[in-house]
C-alpha cells in the first residue's frame, strides 16, 4: 500500500510539494521512506496524486507531484454528523470513524447530560487534536476529502441554526416511553441535499431537548432495538444512510 500524506497547499499546477513537519516526521521516522519511494499526496479537498520522494527531511521533505489519480468516492448525500461531545478519548474515536465513513461535516454539540464545557474543549485545543485525528484517519482509509469539523456549541444554539435538509435525532428504541418510528421508515425516497444525523450523550436526550428538536423540525427515529453506545451510534447511522442513497439502491 503506497503511504498517503496530507499536503493541504498543493495545487494541480505544482511539480513539487514541500511537507509540514509533522507529515515530514512521519515520512522519514516513521515509514522511513527514502528519496525515489512512491508517495500519494492529497490536499483534504478532493484531490490527490501519485508522488516521489525527492527529499527525505524530517523538517520540510518535499515530493515530486507526478500524476492525479482518482480518490474513494464520496458518500451520495452529504452528511452532517452532530455527535453529543463525549469524554476523553471516545470524541476521537467519533472523529476518526466519521472521517472513514464519509460524512462532509462534523458539528459537535454540547447537551444537557454532556459531561464536558464548551470553556474546558477550548482550554484542551480540542478541535485541533480532532482535525488532526481526522487527517490520520483520512490517510489511512484512502478519503482526499476532509470533513468540516466546527467549535463545539450548545445543542440549542445549533438547532436554532437554519438547515437546508433533513435532520434525524436518533433516539433509543423506546426512549421516554414513546414509540420511535425506524430510520428506514421516516427516510425521503430521493437524497435531500444534506441530513444531519444527531446522536445524544451516553445517558440520552431529555425529554426537554427532544421536545425542542422536534419544534425545531428534527425528526425522531431509532435504528433498532439495540441501544447503541453513544460512541458506535453516529457510525452506524452514516453507513446505513450512505446505502439508503447509494445510485444502486435507486427505487427501492
Known amino acids: 500500500m503506497v503511504p498517503r500524506f496530507y499536503a493541504p497547499d498543493l495545487d494541480s499546477s505544482h511539480t513539487r510539494v514541500t511537507l509540514s513537519p509533522d507529515e515530514s516526521h512521519h515520512l522519514v521516522r516513521v515509514l522511513r521512506l527514502a528519496r525515489g519511494d512512491h508517495a500519494i499526496v492529497f490536499d483534504g479537498r478532493g484531490a490527490e496524486f501519485l508522488a516521489t520522494v ?12 507526478l500524476e492525479p489519480r482518482q ?43 454532556s459531561q464536558v464545557k464548551v470553556s474546558a474543549l477550548a482550554r484542551g485545543h480540542a478541535l485541533e487534536r480532532w482535525q488532526r ?17 466546527d467549535k463545539a456549541v450548545p445543542f440549542d444554539e445549533w438547532l436554532r441554526t437554519p438547515f437546508d ?55 425522531a427515529a431509532s435504528l433498532g432495538p439495540m441501544t447503541l453506545r453513544a460512541d458506535a451510534a453516529g457510525l452506524v447511522a452514516v453507513a446505513v444512510l450512505s446505502f439508503a442513497f447509494d445510485g444502486s439502491q435507486a427505487g427501492r
Open 54 to 65: 525527492e527529499s527525505a527531511d524530517r523538517q520540510a521533505a518535499v515530493v515530486r507531484v
Open 165 to 219: 435538509g433533513l435532520r434525524l435525532l436518533l433516539v433509543e428504541p423506546s426512549a421516554g416511553d414513546q414509540v420511535t418510528a425506524k430510520l428506514r421508515d421516516v427516510l425521503p425516497t430521493a437524497p435531500p441535499r444534506a441530513i444531519g444525523s444527531i446522536v445524544g450523550p451516553e445517558g440520552g436526550w431529555t425529554s426537554d431537548e427532544r421536545h425542542f428538536a422536534a419544534e425545531e423540525g428534527c425528526v
Open 71 to 113: 480518490p474513494a468516492p464520496d458518500p451520495p448525500v452529504n452528511i452532517v454528523l452532530v455527535q453529543s461531545v463525549l469524554k476523553g478519548d471516545k470524541m476521537e474515536m467519533v472523529i476518526r470513524d466519521a472521517t472513514m465513513a464519509g460524512v462532509a461535516h462534523i458539528m459537535p454539540v454540547i447537551t444537557e447530560r
Open 133 to 149: 485525528v481526522s487527517i490520520s484517519s483520512a490517510k489511512q482509509c484512502g478519503r482526499a476529502r476532509l470533513p468540516t469539523i
